[in-house]
């Protein structure tokens, strides 16, 4: 028998199934303010996010290695969210949510890269697998980059 039950929060809708949840975004809402919120009212602490959608507006960061900083550029045009994948972990002491998006343009280019936010236009569906542990993540100085500790936090 599975343990099911629906969830409604700010912006959001959605179904736990098990330690799985399924997720509605409502239309113009901020993709990372909405995941970071129904991750916190639900306590998930560590997992995996998965989603497709459509937005009209998306920041995406790009690391260059060389100076160990994000490069932002915001589109601002009908886009579908083909892919977004990421991560739930811990960085020094606080949630954080790791994503990366793949755009498909109207010209059927596509467009990829950290995504440091979007707003939904259209439709935003999204799933969350959680795990029952900590995952915490440190930062590597050396490379400018977070990465899990397997040490002391995982």
Same mark, same amino acid.
């Given at each position: 028998m599975m343990d099911t039950q629906n969830l409604k929060g700010k912006n959001w809708a959605a179904r736990k199934i098990n330690q799985t949840y399924i997720l509605s975004i409502d239309d113009k809402s901020s993709i990372v303010d909405t995941l970071t919120d129904f991750v916190a009212s639900q306590k998930i602490v560590a997992g995996e996010i998965t989603g497709i959608g459509a937005t009209n507006e998306a920041t995406l #960061?790009?690391?260059?290695? =060389?100076?160990? &900083? +994000?490069? =932002?550029?915001?589109?601002? /045009?009908?886009? &579908? !969210?083909?892919?977004?994948?990421?991560? !739930?972990? /811990?960085? =020094?002491?606080?949630?954080?949510?790791?994503?990366?998006?793949?755009?498909?343009?109207? =010209? +059927?280019?596509?467009?990829?890269?950290?995504?440091?936010?979007?707003?939904? #236009?259209?439709?935003?569906?999204?799933? !969350?697998n959680a795990i029952h542990t900590k995952v915490i993540k440190i930062k590597n100085e050396d490379i400018g980059l977070n990465f899990y500790d397997f040490e002391g936090g995982l």
């Open positions: #960061r790009f690391f260059d290695p =060389d100076t160990k &900083e +994000y490069v =932002d550029k915001t589109f601002t /045009e009908q886009m &579908e !969210i083909s892919n977004l994948s990421g991560n !739930i972990a /811990e960085v =020094d002491g606080k949630l954080m949510l790791h994503l990366h998006v793949t755009l498909g343009k109207s =010209d +059927y280019s596509a467009l990829a890269g950290h995504l440091s936010d979007a707003k939904i #236009r259209g439709a935003g569906e999204f799933f !969350i």
